[in-house]
């Protein structure tokens, strides 16, 4: 994997809160975020891009997409079980990848065993 967009989730005090970011390596960017975070992170997924450029586009899209859902820097107060912010994360998430990569975009919903297995052989990495 090189660049991605990442959405990672924490259940937090009976609220959820999604962080939406970029990175070029998925589990350095976990072990970060987990290391500043004193909630458990409980779901990753994310969408692999061709490059920097797109990733970064695309989560501008998506953040200013999510503004009403916005809790603290790329936190957003986004609870994927209730319908309401499923259907428009999906639609925030379609237009801004859809006008990046056509159709062929698909959140991957990876454990975090296999993120710590893909770095360990060095397939998150960018290079």
Known sequence: MSWCVYMMVVHAG???????GVTGSLWDRICQVQTGCPVRISDVA?????TSNFAYQA???IHWGLN???S???WFALDLSNEEHK???SDVCRRAFGELCGSGWRWVHQDLAGIKLM?????DKNT
């Open 14 to 20: 009976g609220a959820t809160y999604c962080k939406v």
């Open 46 to 50: 994310y969408v692999a891009m061709a």
């Open 59 to 61: 989560e501008r899209r």
């Open 68 to 70: 009403e859902y916005h």
């Open 72 to 74: 603290h820097g790329e």
């Open 87 to 89: 259907a428009k994360f």
């Open 119 to 123: 770095a360990g052989l060095r397939l």
